[in-house]
């Protein structure tokens, strides 16, 4: 089964899909107030997210870090952010990208 790239506009879905419809079809399960704007089937079986492009860098390790602000806020998103800026110092734009990014994994 293809994997495919679904982007509306504010996700972006990674799915198995036999085909382009169904794939389509996902999105309109998933977030039915939104449509696709864009769909790529993807050219290999897996999916790969640089950290740098989420803006996670440097020698501290932000994924547990981020993961431990998200169990100390008990999955509370904007007060996980908070504890993120308050533990490690990084600006808000960087402390929400981190914490989200670790939210998709399933912290």
Known sequence: MPLFEIETDAHIIITWADDERAATEVVRESYPGESATRIT????DSWV???SAL???GALDPCSTARDC???AA???VHAI????QQ???DLERSR???ESNMVVGW
Request: aromatic fraction near 4%.
């Open 75 to 77: 999955g509370d998103k």
């Open 41 to 44: 089937r993807r050219p290999r």
């Open 55 to 57: 803006g996670i860098t």
């Open 88 to 90: 490690t110092g990084a």
């Open 70 to 72: 998200l169990a100390k």
């Open 49 to 51: 997210i640089s950290k």
């Open 97 to 99: 990208k981190v914490i």
């Open 82 to 85: 908070r504890l993120y800026m």
